[in-house]
């Protein structure tokens, strides 16, 4: 398989360019326009020669769109992720996609990678669900990696990052990389930061996170996108306001470069049994 980016065999890990679309979406009415948003930060990545540009979480919808899903929701073939497909192939980039899926009655917070040939190579549903989520939407079921010519990928949706056992089966799947889909709001992006930190340090995996800026109904959305090496270094950190920026992320393709150990097995603990226990217990009293 054929490795793009800057490629450093002695270090064993290379570069992938990847552009951070920290945008505003508009609400369900307004989808024309927030395609036309994300076409522009495409153009943007293309100019920047970005392989991967990753969207905020609900990107094409808004994040209110629960009580909309039989009128909005579509399915993976839909024509959403078939737009998203036309720009993939046109600015030659990989793309995270976030929107919501519906599949027979059920609904589902879906991040899908599109190749630059204009092809779903997987997709992921959001397993941990909050809010108001928990009364539209269904909760995922498993961890999704992706094998890529950029490395294997990992897709990971907003609240999922702060729960350790997510990123960790995902790592333990074979994923290079993960990137986090974010739609968090005013004065918890700092929490965000922080777990895509941990996560980052606790598997030696780099972590994208796009977050989502504006407001929509109730909700302010905070911002302060990010990207973090494996050995936790912060690589970019964007601001509270739309912005697009596009970063270098390494990420190693010889994962004992840095720590081999957290991949090895859970031992089986000995349990003595009870007569052994006891005996043992009496023993210690005697002396």
Known sequence: MKTVGRIDRKRGFHMIRTTLAQLSPRFIAERATNMMHMEHALQKAQLAGSHVTIFPELMTTGYAVGPHLAQHAEPLDGPTVEQMA???RRYNQYIVLTFPEV???????????????GEVLGSYRKI?????????????????????????IGLMTSYDAEFPETARNTRLQG??????????MTGETRRQQLFGLVRAMENRIPVVNCNRVG??????????????????????????????????????????????????????????DEEEERDETTGYEEQ
């Open 215 to 272: 407001k929509e109904q109730t909700f302010e959305f905070g911002g302060e996108s990010f990207a973090v090496s494996a050995t936790g270094d912060v690589l970019c950190e964007l601001g509270s306001d739309v912005d697009i920026q596009t970063v270098d992320v390494p990420f190693y393709e010889r994962p004992d470069v840095l720590n081999e150990a957290f991949r090895a097995p859970k031992k089986e603990r000995l349990v003595p």
């Open 175 to 184: 994923a290079d990389i993960l990137f986090v889909a974010d739609a968090n």
């Open 128 to 152: 941990h669900l909050r809010g108001d989520e928990l009364d539209y939407f269904t909760k995922g079921t498993t961890e999704t990696v992706i094998d890529t010519p950029l490395g294997t």
């Open 86 to 88: 036309i720009f993939a």
């Open 103 to 117: 599949e027979g009655e059920a609904y589902y917070i879906t991040t899908a990678l599109i190749s630059p040939e």
